[in-house]
């Protein structure tokens, strides 16, 4: 069956990074759109960050342009996020999700919490 797991996530000072990796089983991760949407207490999941199956073209969130990377690994199936620089209002559940057209699936997510 579909499962993405994600993991990498923790708590982390003001300033700190972490590494969120999405591992990816049941459907063909290469052909699939990957992202990472985030859900603070209280707020709407917002998108992160993007990238396409082939191309690699990715897309971020104005909040965390230039702190965050996406990146993927076909052969692995697993997608990954880079944090840098975080900051508290960064402070949400990580979630992966895989869309090709109108087909997509969620992980469970992973806690992010960034504090001093």
């Known amino acids: 069956q579909v499962q993405l797991v994600e993991s990498g996530g923790g708590l982390v000072q003001p300033g700190g990074s972490l590494r969120l990796s999405c591992a990816a089983s049941?459907?063909?991760?290469?052909?699939?759109?990957m992202s990472w949407y985030r859900q603070a207490p209280g707020k709407e999941r917002e998108l992160v960050a993007s990238i396409t199956s082939n191309i690699f073209d990715t897309n971020y969130a104005f909040s965390v342009k230039g702190r965050f990377t996406i990146s993927r690994d076909n052969a692995k199936n697993t997608v990954y996020l880079q944090m840098n620089s975080l900051k508290p209002e960064d402070t949400a559940r990580y979630y992966c999700k895989a869309t090709s057209y109108a087909d997509y699936y969620w992980g469970q997510g992973t806690q992010v919490t960034v504090s001093s």
């Open positions: 049941g459907f063909v991760f290469s052909s699939y759109t």
